[in-house]
C-alpha cells in the first residue's frame, strides 16, 4: 500500500513539474489607449480557465477564447490598455482540466501606451440620449425663422447693389510662391535622432527612449520604402524587408529586435550598449543618404 501511495504521489509531482507555459503578444508594438492587443498563451496541459484579477485597473480583457491543441491548450486574451505610459500587466493564474493538473501562471510584462487615443475606440459613449428643454421650440420653426433670414438678406444685398455698381479695383500682382521642398525621410529621420539624444531621456525614462528610438527608424522605413511599418510588428516589417531586399536590412533588424527586447522582454541595457545602437541608427541614415547622393 505504501509504495503505491509513494508511485501515485510521484507520478502526481512529476506531472505537475512538467507543466510548461508559454507566452507572447500581437500588435503590441504601437499602442495607445483603446487599441486592442492580443495576449496568447500555450500550454502543454488541457486548460479550464484564464482567471483574470478583479483587482486589474489598467487594462480591460475583452474577450477570452480558449481552444486545444494537441495535448495541450492555445489561449488568446484580447486587451485594451486603459492608462498612458509604462503600464504592467499582472500575472494570471492557469487552471488546468482535470484532478493531476494544478496548472500554471503566467509571467507579469510591461507596455507603453501613448495619450493618443485610437480612431476605432468605442469603450467611450452616450449614456444618455440629447436632454430637451421645457421651452425648446419645434426643428420647423428653427427653419423657418433661418429660411426668411436668408431671403431678407438676399433683397437687402439685391437692393444695395442696385443703387451703386462698385468699382473695379486693379488686382495687386500675384506674387508665386517658391514650391515647397520635400525634406527626404534620412533627413527627418536623423533630426529626430539628434533630438531624441539630447532629450534626456535615456537617464529618465530608458523604456521610453528606446520606444521613441524604434519609432523613428519604423518611420524612416514607411516614408522611404512604402510600407506600413508604424503599424507592423517587427517580425512582420522583417518579412516586408527581406522581399523587398534593400541595403543594410539586416542592420535595420537588429536595431528594433534590440528595442524589442528593452520594451518587452524586461532587459535592461547597459548605457555603453544604449549608445551603440543609437550610434548604429546614425550610421545607417547616413549611409543610406551616401547611396542615395552616389546613385
Sequence with gaps: MKKLTLAFSLVLTLTILSAEVRQRLVGADSLSIGTPFSFVI?????LAEVQIPDSLSSFRVLDTQIREQNAGSVAELRIVPLRV????????????????????????????????????????????????????????????????????????VVMLLARKKPVKKAAPPQIKSPPHKLVPP????????????????????????????????????????????????????????????PPLTQDFISILRYCDRVKFAKVEPRMEELKLQTQALRLCLMQYAKDETDG
Design 42 to 46: 500555450e500550454t502543454d496541459f488541457p
Design 85 to 156: 505610459g509604462a503600464v504592467t500587466f499582472p500575472k494570471l493564474n492557469l487552471k488546468a482540466k482535470g484532478l493531476l493538473r494544478s496548472g500554471g501562471s503566467t509571467d507579469a510584462f510591461r507596455v507603453y501606451v501613448l495619450a493618443t487615443r485610437a480612431d476605432a475606440d468605442s469603450l467611450l459613449r452616450d449614456i444618455k440620449p440629447p436632454l430637451k428643454y421645457n421651452a425648446q421650440l419645434p426643428f420647423w420653426l428653427y427653419l423657418l425663422v433661418f429660411l426668411s433670414s436668408l431671403v431678407l438678406a438676399t433683397i437687402l
Design 186 to 245: 534620412y533627413k527627418k529621420a536623423l533630426k529626430k535622432l539628434n533630438d531624441l539624444e539630447q532629450s534626456g531621456l535615456a537617464q529618465s525614462d530608458i523604456l521610453a527612449y528606446h520606444y521613441q528610438l524604434s519609432m523613428i527608424l519604423r518611420e524612416f522605413l514607411e516614408h522611404t520604402y512604402h510600407f506600413n511599418a508604424m503599424e507592423m510588428t517587427t517580425s512582420e516589417i522583417s518579412e516586408s524587408l527581406k522581399v523587398l531586399n
